[in-house]
């Protein structure tokens, strides 16, 4: 979520408090040089934040009623399991990722749940693939693997593996993945799996191969974002740490699958449909009454012109 919208969802408690106060000539602050009412506050939030600030407000209003069943409830569960997660740095990193207090990232936390539940809809989660994950989890991989530039190096380096070459010298004459190269390719053991940690995960490609490569084997070469890799399971195991049953981790892995499949641009265009159709009217003064229109509506800018020039 933009930050940007983060900072108006934060302002909004008190948007609302200047926008139903009965007294807006009342002082919201006081000093020696005149005071400051609630009328001048509310516009000045209105100026900065409104359409933002009312956008998230109607959002919120119009997929609560639609999702019934996501409630403030389930996005207090999520955030209490962060906050345990987290522990005494759970205020600082609220700070650090522009969240603001605890109260704002609850609002924020079920905001993005009902959009998640309307970008999720349509998409299925199958409980096979659930409990692929879960076995997934389980495991963590130690290989090697060189990286090149292009197809014909790979080749050439798969041929002097093939021909009795060692793996960790090849690695730190080709690799040009740095960080692993010195090390003789060693990448450690990793995690795989949707559930593995983002700064940890490979790309689907190199998952792909490691989880259909057996130990000690070499791979042909892998084309990812990165370049070309020829890689060698050393070792598959279990976990040392527990990871909980298969009920533990249910939700966790269905949304993390989801997140997967969620294709966002297609997620947008639901959640404009879903505005359009609850018909919202606009009639705050000085708010464009047009927040939810859709782009199809919106004339393209030569046509736009061509009117304005009509009308002069």
Known sequence: MKKVLIAAVATTS????GACSNDDSEAVVETEAGNITKSE???????????????EMIEVKVLSDKYEDVTQEDADEEVDKMKEQYGEQFPMLLQQ??????????????TSMLREAAASEDI???????????ELMKKEIKAQHILVEDKETAKEVKKKLEDGADFAKLAKEYSKDQGSAEN?????????????????RMVPEFEEA???LEEGKISDPVETSHGFHIIKVNDKREKEE???????????????LLNEKVDMQKAQEKLDKIMEEADVKVKAEGID?????SNSDQKAPEEQDKENKDEK
């Open 14 to 17: 008190l948007f609302t408090l």
């Open 41 to 55: 506050f509310y516009d000045e939030l209105k100026d900065r934040y409104g359409e933002d600030v009312l956008r």
């Open 97 to 110: 990722q522009g969240f603001g207090d605890e109260e704002n990232f609850r609002r924020l936390m079920y």
């Open 124 to 134: 299925e989660i199958t409980d096979k693939e659930i409990e692929k994950q879960y």
């Open 184 to 200: 003789g390719g060693d990448l450690g053991y990793f995690s795989v799996g949707v559930t593995a940690p983002q700064g940890q």
């Open 210 to 212: 490691v989880l259909n």
């Open 242 to 256: 527990e990871v909980g049953s298969l009920e533990d981790n249910k939700e966790d892995i269905r949304r993390a």
């Open 289 to 293: 009454e047009d927040l939810f229109k």
